[in-house]
């Protein structure tokens, strides 16, 4: 891996470089390990009329609409504590027009981006929703939020959704190397196709790794270094929401975003204790110690509990031994490709 470059941004360099106002991005975690660090970075640049797409918003969307930076939403579930008449910031901005969403199930979501990673312009779905307002009532996607088609082979009417290819996905994983390959392991929702459907990739992580320690566990690589960007190494990148291996959820400041978003002026203020005021999540983690205890940040750091290794051995890693002949024939790639020329078989 010597020859590839170096994918290593911090956060301001990687949002500035890959997020633009007009953007759609999508946060690519479902409901844990959000990519909180990445999302208060947008939020501080100030990102206008995005297009977020996003399977579970809690604090994340909340954060991104509060700071005006989102137009559009696309999602299955977003949190608006206190529901039409306690708020939130996706509630106000519902209400005052700021703000259109379309609604989708889990697995209609999910469809579309599976659809978007595998390169089809649309993917059928179960067509019971039809019956629903999720087919009836529809905002800024229109007539291509579904549509129904006929079934070349049967002639049956289905149900379709189009596929989804946002422009930037961003996603926090437990580690990842120089290069940007990246491992995430524990719930796994729409992770990978959130990412992998997406044209540009920016990865924040825990640790970043030796490539050694990749290559050593390659089932928990979920995102390849020639997909991905850039990679940003953010310890508690996460936080308040839980990374399986490093800390829990933190209900304590869960607790006080949930107490601030059904008002305004509260929200703001969270906002600008907690986002804006903080330069980046060094300083914000810095804060949290500074009012609440490092007592209370390490009473939730994961406590170890390891999976048994994989044996990934075999007899040879290649087809050619030692002496460069390959294995079940004997001959060596010249006596190889003269033995193609005489049969007429080597094309070049």
Known sequence: MSEVKSKIMTANEAIRKFVHDGSSLILGNYTVAAAMALVYEVARQQKK???????????????????????????????????????SAVERALQTGTLQMEDYTNFQYNARLV?????????????????????????????????VIKCPYTGKEILTVPAANPDVCIVHVQRADKYGNAQYWGALGSVAAAALSSKRIIVSCEEIVEYDVIKSSPHLTLLPSYRVDAVIEIPWGASPTEVIGYYNLD?????????????????????????????DREAYINHYVEKFGSGTLDGFRAKAFYSAPANYGAAFTSIWDGEGRERNMGVTMEEFEKFLKEKGALYE
């Open 115 to 147: 659809a978007g990673m595998h390169g089809f312009t649309f993917i059928p779905v179960l067509e019971g929703v039809i019956d629903t307002d999720l087919f009836r009532k529809r905002t800024f996607m229109g007539e291509d939020k579904y549509r």
């Open 49 to 87: 009329n995005l297009t977020v797409y996003s399977q579970s918003g809690v604090i994340d969307v909340e954060v991104l609409v509060a700071a005006g930076c989102v137009d559009r939403l696309v999602s299955t579930y977003v949190y608006r504590g206190g529901g039409r008449s306690g708020g």
């Open 251 to 279: 209900r304590f400041m869960f607790s006080m975003f949930s107490m601030a978003c059904g008002d305004a002026k509260a929200m703001q203020a969270w906002m600008d204790e907690w986002v804006f005021n903080c330069k």
